[in-house]
């Protein structure tokens, strides 16, 4: 009988993104905004994250949306402010790209490239970042099954690009009071029977804003490698996803506590890259 | 805007099973076989969950079992050794009954009734509980909305008994590569909503016994009021579900673990019982 | 490999229910209010649907409702007029028990007893019906495994009791539009894989007046053996479901439409039990 | 009160895919092959679809699959002949993109373009679509709730092209006996509240041979505008989905059923094209 080594350990496939090792000893924070709003919006939100101890920046260029008359983004006339954000902050940027066309487009702007849950079974887009260079985050489908979550990192890994970096983000059930459900199980699971890093996302997990916190200090415990939360320095004014994101001073809060229980689970934060490099 | 207290708040509806007061600032460890077995089994299973630090113990009588050929329980012919092994150990007894007659058969041996998942929706069974001075355990049926779940423990505290417990353990979704899916979401969204305190059992929402204490460790770091773990001394031995039994080293280890993570969120294990009265 | 018959199948179990021989070469309609208010709104409806080519009657004697505030149906005081009302239409009532304790008390009152979907799991209900003398239709948990439903099937019928009539009334899914999923799969797998009689309840499955006809038809097409539905004279006054509960215009108008869908798979509607027995 | 017209009405869009109007007052079948695996079988599968009764062709040139190693479609090696049996039977192709780059290159070979289940949101894909002068038709996501379906055939109508059809397939729920979950109540509910046609697909919604035609039968009872059947010469062979894909035999057989419960509907198969045109 097979009993769980009860200690988190890293994986064995671990991802350099902006110069910290996700998957290894350590615990990464991805924080920032859903969308790109603004260079001040950004920038404020960029300066407020690092402040308390964020690692990477998440912030959506092109959005997903329902509807097509919502928000879909800014595009490509964001590209220079974003790096301008970047350089300013020492940060680099996680961000979702929709379609195979936008990978070459946004190449200089993106450290980690992310594939939305939308898209995980876009099989397409998955063969195109199989070819690049550059590090990966697939986001699990809302209803896809574990295994196909595994497979569809396979069409990016068997592609060539060994770099990827799982993501649960929340699958859709019949629960309806939140705005998915957290499945720290497939967490867990794919920390055990994979070698790619697990990261959690509990922003579009749970989907409201004072439930973020206890669901990321949760993904901490259980052993992921790390969490991606939305954070607005304004959330009432957000363009999209207003709901769930976190102020400059909640998201300094939980890093406190978050830092207690990395502490206690022998996990720590990184440290600033600045030590890292 | 509402943000989160960080700090996990204790309930203001204390449940008090055996002399530990469940909700309170402490966390409560209820642990034991899924199935009573035998003297020995029961015994064997108590002395060892107790060294490790267990509050109170757990164990089927009268099982719910999919088929009518599997193990149903041993039933009223347990009920001597039952009393002889909390008697032995001083500790107290949380175990399901499925049916409303079983209540006053089993009253002198059980300190805690347990609703079953299966019986969440079965209000006759929720409304006899509901005149009982003891205290209840309602766990939340698999397919059943947060909302349906408060409404079913109102059965209970309408009935004119306040002392009900919540207990997340799973929830039915496509995912079948683990036996449930945890829905932590629920958890932290009861606690923030409710008044009643909110345990976790990640045998039952997980079934794989190596993914057990991690999802353990991760309610602890939510805001849970506790656990409810299935350990046996020989889980290939185990008459039902032993598969996700942890032995009782697994336990043991466990234990260690989430004291330490219990520590860092201010919520320590309940001392031992002894120090409580 | 296997090619369906593709002429629908008489169950190899016919269960007979007031004289209808239920699973057999002819379909049958089971048609009523969701609870029984009085004897005037009993009787209204019990006319209205024989008079449209009914055959059975439904109506809640006892309600599980989701909240302990709802109206829970009227109980033992409803069975005298119950009783008149069947005597002066000729028709015989399936009821729902919701309590191993009512059977005995409702014997004379019903002719064939429900297991409502929220007790499919109640084992020691089925337990108790397995040695009833009376049929008894068991209607799916709204989140059970069509594996599960055949198995609590076998809670009865290995009692002692093989008249169980399968019934499918839809099952919770992540879609809100609708009440529940009406899962004609399941209908047609149970069809192929047991010797059990299957019927339909489009009104729970689907929870919309206006769309519970269509799934009638799709039931009599696919080959169920039958289908129980919701019908209130005046559905805006009803005291549960009225959202879903046809009128007696419509329920007229569905049955004429039904009546040729049957005749084109050659499975007709019973003749009156005039004629049968 | 709203009472359903209890009539099967057409759509108020009516879209032509190579002569036939889907959504008016006749009833359309698409039939073929999973993938398009060589001329030979796909012209023995069109041959013997349209001798049964079919309208249109489906057949796969490119394949979304699960597994990267799986087979991935003979893409565009095939379109010579594809447009070979197309022209020899005077049939029409409905054939999935799943890529924007695909639509210019396979725009001559396909006649109706699919957008399979798992490219649902894959809005960079249904915005090209809205561009288009031929009809789309839009599978329903897995998991995607009816509002969702709707607003992503928005993204191609809010383009300019309001010729979109509607294709329920089956949802993942809970339920494993069978591939997904036919969910009829989705096209009775979005045939009621949208003025697009919708066809159903029973192949991949149950994904058993033997149960595929009775799901065909209930849809066209229920009143949807048409049916998608995978049918294969040899299903042992099939090179994706052997074990949905009806024998030219099971299709004749189903063929004559449904036009006897269309004929009752008064919903009658479309007349051959020759005469059509």
Redesign the interface.
């Known amino acids: 009988?097979?009993?769980?080594t009860?200690q988190t350990s890293p994986s064995t496939q671990i991802v350099n993104v902006g110069g910290y090792q996700i998957g290894g000893s350590q615990f990464t924070v991805i924080a920032g905004p859903c969308s790109i709003e603004s260079y001040d919006q950004f920038l404020e939100t960029a300066k407020g994250v690092k402040a308390s101890g964020a690692h990477l920046l998440r912030g959506g260029i092109w959005k997903?949306?329902?509807?097509?008359?919502a928000f879909q983004g800014l595009g490509n006339s964001s590209f220079d402010f974003i790096k301008a954000v970047c350089k300013e902050t020492g940060m680099s940027l996680v961000s979702e790209v929709?379609?195979?066309?936008q990978i070459e487009e946004v190449y200089d702007v993106v450290e980690c490239f992310q594939v939305g849950s939308?898209?995980m079974?876009?099989?397409?887009l998955l063969?195109e970042l199989g070819m690049q260079k550059k590090p990966v985050m697939l986001k699990r489908?809302?209803?896809a099954?574990?295994?196909?979550w595994v497979?569809?990192a396979?069409?990016i890994t068997?592609?060539g690009n060994p770099n990827v970096i799982l993501c649960e983000r929340?699958?859709?059930?019949?629960?309806?009071?939140?705005r998915?459900?957290?499945?720290?199980?497939?967490v867990?699971?794919a920390k055990?029977n994979t070698n790619l890093p697990v990261i959690v996302d509990p922003s579009h997990?749970?989907g409201?804003?004072?439930?973020?916190?206890?669901?990321a200090?949760?993904?901490?415990?259980?052993?992921a490698d790390g969490v991606i939360v939305e954070v607005h320095p304004r959330?009432?004014e957000a363009l999209s996803d207003g709901m769930q994101a976190l102020?400059l001073?909640?998201f300094s809060?939980?890093m406190?506590?978050l830092e207690?229980?990395l502490?206690?689970?022998e996990r720590p934060l990184h440290k600033e890259i600045a030590n890292v490099r």
């Not at 009988?1 to 769980?4: A, G, N, R, S």
């Not at 200090?217 to 052993?223: P, Q, V």
């Open positions: 009988m097979e009993t769980q009860m997903m949306r329902t509807s097509s008359k929709t379609d195979a066309r939308r898209n079974h876009n099989y397409s063969k489908g809302f209803a099954l574990i295994e196909e497979k569809a396979e069409y068997n592609g929340g699958i859709r059930t019949f629960e309806t009071a939140t998915n459900t957290l499945d720290l199980n497939a867990v699971y055990k997990a749970v409201i804003r004072a439930l973020v916190p206890s669901l200090y949760a993904a901490a415990a259980a052993g959330p009432a102020t001073e909640d809060t939980m406190k506590r207690k229980i502490d206690a689970v």
